[in-house]
């Protein structure tokens, strides 16, 4: 009997961990979804880093209760999944948030951002942002402007200074 105790004991750990140790971790409900359609979202989770995880909800409200997020435990009725991302916070939400447009069985409900509770409409804004690369393009957009204005008038000078020469 202890062996099974000390089993789930070790799931609980596992989840307290894994929400105390990822950027994200998005509870989805994936209720009505046939089999191709959860081993597609697997895949998709698998190829972008993402732990995607069904639990029973007596041991992640455990975890979360060791975590300090029981919030997120209203959430935690029928069938769920959790998917981690330790690397990137928008990716999780994003891959979700697209794969339920596709398929309007897999319901989004709530989830951890760095750390903290967010609810619904914020895993829906974060899912909404760019990716980190889009970010870091967006950056460098913003960066070269100053530079490519710089050049294009030091060009127009020397256009310029040229015709007045000729």
């Known amino acids: 009997m ?8 070790g799931v609980v750990n596992e989840i307290t961990t894994k929400l ?5 971790a998005i509870v989805v409900d994936y209720r009505g ?13 698998r190829d972008a880093g993402i732990d995607f995880k ?3 909800n007596t041991m992640v409200r455990r975890a979360t209760e060791a975590a300090d997020l029981t919030e997120l435990d209203e959430h935690l009725t029928g069938p769920n999944a959790i998917a981690f991302g330790y690397d990137d916070v928008v990716l999780p939400a994003k891959i979700l948030n697209d794969f339920a447009k596709d398929h309007e069985a ?14 619904l409409d914020k895993v829906k ?13 967006m950056l460098a957009n913003v960066l070269q402007a100053p530079i490519r204005g710089l050049a294009i008038a030091t060009k127009a000078v020397a256009d310029q200074k040229e015709e007045e020469s000729a």
């Open 125 to 137: 804004a974060l899912a909404n942002l760019p990716s980190q690369e889009g970010l870091l393009s």
């Open 54 to 56: 069904v639990y029973k």
């Open 20 to 24: 105390k140790e990822s950027q994200a």
């Open 106 to 119: 897999l319901e989004l409900k709530a989830g951890v951002i760095e750390g903290e509770y967010a609810s």
């Open 2 to 9: 202890s062996t099974v105790i000390e089993q789930k004991q």
């Open 33 to 45: 979804l046939n089999v191709a359609e959860v081993t597609e979202l697997r895949q998709q989770m």
